[in-house]
Structure formats: C-alpha cells, structure tokens
C-alpha cells in the first residue's frame, strides 16, 4: 500500500489550499480515507473521513464548513480542499486508509498559514 500526498505550502490567512492523496495497493471494497494533522508539541488530530460503507463525510468541528475531503475513484485519490485557513490550521497534515484491518499513513506534507 502506497500513499503519496501532495499540494502543502504557505499561504496567508484567509487563503485556500489543496491536499491530495493518491492511493494504491489496496483493496477498494471496504476502507476508511482520512486527513489526519499535527501540529508543533501537539498530538496528532484526526479531521476528516469518508467511508466506503456509507460514503458519508466526517469533519472535526475545528474544520467544518471550511473543508471539504472529496474523492476520485477513478484516480484513487482523496482530496481536502482547505479554505479560509487561519493560523492555527498550520500543521503537518497526513493521508490515513484504513484497510482490511491495518493502518497506513502518507509521508505527510507541511501546511504552513500566516497571519
């Protein structure tokens, strides 16, 4: 299993980025995708998912109505579209599956908001 992430930066507040995970490698019947983040001497945070049971979307409160994960089959690749970012936002953001009963996680990529 693969997962290759994509499109941190630094942006300034109120700006927007995208993060991109593609995946490979695994089974697409049953998992979980997720964007997991972690800030500096804080303890890594999951923020959103989406299922492959419900294909519903699941967003920690600290990032709804601001993001939005999304997904692309065809490509096996997830996307979190990341708007109107604040400072607090900065973080090193990882890729999550979580597929036939193990973990796997992307290389992470560092998402940097000034103020």
């Known amino acids: 299993v693969q997962l290759v992430e994509s499109g941190g930066g630094l942006v300034q507040a109120g700006g927007s980025l995208r993060l991109s995970c593609a995946a490979s490698?695994?089974?697409?019947?049953?998992?979980?995708m997720g964007w997991f983040r972690q800030a500096p001497g804080k303890e890594r945070e999951g923020i959103s998912c989406i299922s492959s049971r419900d294909g519903d979307t699941y967003y920690a409160d600290s990032v709804k109505g601001r993001f939005t994960m999304s997904s692309d089959n065809a490509k096996n690749t997830v996307y979190l579209q990341m708007n109107r970012l604040k400072p607090e936002d900065t973080a090193v953001y990882y890729c999550h599956l979580f597929s036939s009963g193990r973990d796997y996680w992307g290389q992470g990529t560092q998402v940097t908001v000034s103020s």
């Open positions: 490698g695994f089974s697409f019947d049953d998992y979980a």
